[in-house]
């Protein structure tokens, strides 16, 4: 059996500054172009480029033009050119992803974050590159997008996590049924019309309108109804008008332990349960829906200039968001079906 012999590599490297240095010397000694790709294990025709790209036209003893190869040119021109073939930026690969990506942001109301976006747009664009979620939040602290911090109150309202004191030497006494009574059922978010209830105040006094807020869940679906003060008589009178005009909705709904919420232990229709004194991670879903709200409706501005029309949108806003703890779906997507069964 014959073996051919191959002199040229299996994964093609380029040219070292020793070699094209050997390749001069090579020339210079009257080495011809085969000679030297067999001393180097090069390419006959890698040796001929190369020799191309380094030669320098120059005048002999005799002033008539020759061409020399010169090791230190082809180098400088290699270096050249690997500076303009690097891979192309980040911005430039990705730039449908931040064209479209801007525009979601800057839109009001925005129904995005930048984690819901990111999936969003893979789901729309399997095919083009899209930055991680680090990535973008890394460009938007460097001020590199049009996107800026002060769109993205949320991460502006992030704080670093503290223990939950215990008040309980306050002693306050529970306006109605404990947390503590809910079922696992309600707990682990297993089923639908299991509520968290508060009220949003603009201006904090009692005659002010405020916003009563009612978070599903399981969907994190949102209801909002303005009303004309936060008196407790007033905050059951809405709850149950609330209640009364959609009772399939509603089994349990569970509030805070304020005074304005004294009385809706006596709500028709569903269980009401109450949280523990200075406790609002016990009802995370509703706080978190509160703090997007102030995205709308900055904290100290009075409500009487808000519409039942912008409530509204406002509410379609948050229950038209694509949330990660809802793979990625909205609550407006998820409701019907939610009824449905």
């Known amino acids: 059996m014959t073996q051919s012999k191959n002199s040229t590599a299996e ?51 005799d002033y008539l033009f020759v061409y020399r190869y010169y090791a230190d040119t082809s180098q400088l021109f290699h270096e050249r050119a690997r500076q303009k073939c690097h891979s192309k930026g980040l911005e430039e690969r990705c ?41 973008v939040y890394r460009y938007i602290d460097q001020d590199r997008l049009d996107v800026k911090n002060i769109d993205l109150p949320a991460k502006l309202r992030r704080h670093v996590k503290t223990s939950h004191h215990n008040h309980s030497c306050k002693n306050k006494r529970l306006a109605g049924p404990s947390i503590e009574e809910r079922s696992d059922v309600i707990n682990d978010r297993k089923r639908f019309g299991d509520w968290e209830g508060d009220l949003v105040k603009g201006k904090r006094q009692a005659s002010e ?88 409706i900055p904290k100290g501005q009075s409500l009487h200039g808000f519409s039942k029309d912008a409530i509204a949108q406002v509410q379609e806003a948050l229950n038209q968001k694509h949330r990660k703890a809802l793979s990625y779906a909205s609550a407006a997507e998820l409701i019907e079906a939610a009824l449905a069964s």
């Open 95 to 135: 730039w449908l992803f931040f064209k479209m990506f801007t525009k979601a942001l800057k839109r009001r109301p925005r129904i995005e974050s930048v984690d819901s976006y990111i999936h969003v747009f893979k789901q729309a664009h399997p095919n083009k590159p899209c930055p991680s979620t680090p990535t």
């Open 209 to 296: 309108p405020a916003l009563l807020t009612l978070t599903e869940r399981q969907l994190r679906y949102e209801l909002i109804v303005k009303i004309p003060n936060y008196h407790a008589d007033t905050c059951l009178k809405y709850l149950q008008n609330v209640v009364d005009k959609q009772p399939e909705l509603f089994k349990t709904i569970t509030f805070d332990n304020g005074s304005e919420f004294k009385l809706l232990d006596q709500v028709k229709g569903p269980q009401v349960y109450f949280a523990h004194p200075y406790s609002p991670w016990e009802r995370g879903g509703n706080e978190n829906q509160n703090g997007l709200i102030r995205e709308y």
């Open 11 to 61: 994964h093609y490297q380029q040219l070292t500054p020793e070699e094209r240095g050997a390749i001069e010397a090579y020339l210079n000694a009257g080495k011809s172009k085969a000679e030297i790709s067999r001393l180097l294990h090069r390419s006959r025709s890698t040796i001929s480029c190369e020799i191309r790209r380094g030669r320098v036209q120059q005048r002999n003893y």
